[in-house]
Structure formats: C-alpha cells, structure tokens
C-alpha cells in the first residue's frame, strides 16, 4: 500500500478477511477463522464480507452447510444492527437468500418475514430464467410461513416454466391450506405437463374437500391412476 493511499487500516483488514474467506480452494480453518475475525470487526463492511460466503459453495456439501451455519451464528450474535444489511443483501441481485432469511428470523417476527418474501416474489415473473435459485428458495422459504398476502403471490408460480418452482409453489399453497387457492390449482390439473407436479396436485385435491369441476376442460382421464373425479366433484383415490 502506497504512503497516500485513501484506504484505511480496517479497510485493508476487511479486504484481506474477505478474500480469505471467499477462497473455496482453502482449508476450511481458513475460512473459519476469516469469518471469525470479520465478526469481531462487526462493521458495516465486514458484516457485508459475512453476508458475502452464502453466495459460495465448497465442493465438500457437508463442510460447506456447516460454514454457513457458522456464519449465521455470526451474524446472529452481531445483535439488531445486522437486520438491515441483512434485508439489503436480501434484497438485492444475489441468488442465495435461503441462510440470510435465517438470520432475519432470529430478529424479525413471522409476519414481517412473510411479507418480505410476497414482496420479492410479487416483482418477480415466471418466464424461463437461466439461474431461477433465487426464486427456488423464496417459494421454498415461504412454506415456513402464512399469509393470504403470500399465498396470493405464490399462486402465478404454479405455472412458472421452472418444474421446481411449480412443484414448491404447489406444496406450500397446500400447507398454507387457504381455499381460493383450489380454482387455481384446479385449472393448472389440466395444464400440467410433469408427473411429479401433477400427482403433488392431485393429492393435495384428494387430502381435501376443494372442488376440481370449475375446471370445465379437465380430462378425468389426465389424472395419474389410483385418482378419480367424484360425483361432487372432488378428487378421490379409488379403492385398492
């Protein structure tokens, strides 16, 4: 570093951390201790170099999951002045938001957290995307929730050109359980193209008593075998 250099000390220190922690090809000792000594500067700086590991992954999955539960202990210990980087990093052009919604939820109530997410995905579309990870985790994020604010968001991903988020966005609606969920979800059982979506939809239908008739250009015979259309118009497992 030059004599003039406008970069201070603590910057040098946060650049240096944050370099180490970043380097995925390095002990994981390394990391840990880069982590470490970015927590115990706690600035604004060094809690973005914290929030900076989840958008990297180690080939070793287990190591990886451990680092950023690591970090997410952190971040927690770090106290309220974390909630706004933290919903900022969230916020912003990063593709993995699942550990820092975690570290919200230690500070923020469910309601607070649920309507973060509607938020995010009311702004998002369903066309095809080449990196959908960001949006996998916000529909999968929001089954740990429930609103009707966020249910009503889900409900354009049931037809999302991503069979991940389709089959996420299906599930969750069924664990949130709100019935104007069902003529949706009915008119999708006529649109959909993957088995494995098709069948969480059917036995959701068939684990309630919603209605599948609204959905007038439903082929019975589209539905996987073991399933039928009752008389009233609700879908049952037909008797083994």
Same mark, same amino acid.
């Given at each position: 570093?030059?004599?003039?250099?406008?970069? %201070?000390?603590?910057?040098? *220190?946060?650049?240096?951390?944050?370099?180490?922690?970043? %380097?995925?090809?390095?002990?994981?000792?390394?990391? $840990?201790?880069?982590?470490?000594?970015?927590?115990?500067?706690?600035?604004?700086?060094?809690?973005?170099? #914290?929030?900076?590991?989840?958008?990297?992954?180690?080939?070793?999955?287990?190591?990886?999951?451990?680092?950023?539960?690591?970090?997410?202990?952190? #971040?927690?210990? #770090?106290?309220?002045?974390?909630?706004?980087?933290?919903?900022? $990093?969230?916020?912003?052009?990063?593709?993995?938001?699942?550990?820092?919604?975690?570290?919200?939820?230690?500070?923020?109530?469910?309601?607070?957290?649920?309507?973060?997410?509607?938020?995010?995905?009311?702004?998002?579309?369903?066309?095809?995307?080449?990196?959908?990870? *960001?949006?996998?985790?916000?529909?999968?994020?929001?089954?740990?929730?429930?609103?009707?604010?966020?249910?009503?968001?889900?409900?354009?991903? #049931?037809?999302?050109?991503?069979?991940?988020?389709?089959?996420?966005?299906?599930?969750?609606?069924? *664990?949130?359980?709100?019935?104007?969920?069902?003529?949706?979800?009915?008119?999708?059982?006529?649109?959909?193209?993957?088995?494995?979506?098709?069948?969480?939809?059917?036995?959701?239908?068939?684990?309630?008593?919603?209605?599948?008739?609204?959905?007038?250009?439903?082929?019975?015979?589209?539905?996987?075998?073991?399933?039928?259309?009752?008389?009233?118009?609700?879908?049952?497992?037909?008797?083994?």
């Amino acid at each position: 570093m030059g004599l003039f250099s406008s970069e %201070s000390k603590e910057e040098r *220190k946060v650049r240096k951390l944050s370099k180490r922690l970043g %380097s995925m090809f390095a002990q994981k000792e390394v990391r $840990y201790a880069a982590a470490d000594g970015l927590a115990a500067l706690g600035t604004p700086a060094a809690i973005a170099a #914290l929030l900076g590991r989840f958008e990297e992954s180690t080939s070793n999955h287990t190591i990886d999951r451990e680092e950023k539960r690591h970090v997410v202990d952190l #971040l927690t210990d #770090l106290g309220t002045d974390v909630i706004k980087p933290v919903r900022d $990093y969230i916020l912003s052009d990063v593709k993995a938001i699942n550990y820092p919604l975690r570290v919200l939820a230690k500070f923020e109530e469910s309601d607070a957290i649920a309507e973060l997410i509607a938020e995010m995905l009311e702004e998002m579309d369903t066309e095809y995307t080449r990196n959908p990870e *960001k949006k996998e985790q916000l529909v999968l994020a929001a089954g740990d929730y429930k609103s009707e604010r966020l249910a009503k968001a889900l409900i354009p991903f #049931l037809g999302d050109a991503n069979e991940l988020v389709r089959f996420h966005a299906a599930d969750v609606l069924f *664990k949130m359980d709100y019935a104007f969920a069902a003529e949706p979800m009915a008119k999708r059982l006529s649109e959909e193209e993957s088995g494995r979506v098709m069948t969480r939809l059917v036995d959701g239908f068939a684990e309630r008593d919603w209605q599948v008739t609204s959905n007038g250009d439903l082929d019975p015979e589209q539905l996987p075998y073991g399933f039928a259309v009752t008389g009233s118009g609700t879908i049952r497992r037909r008797a083994s």
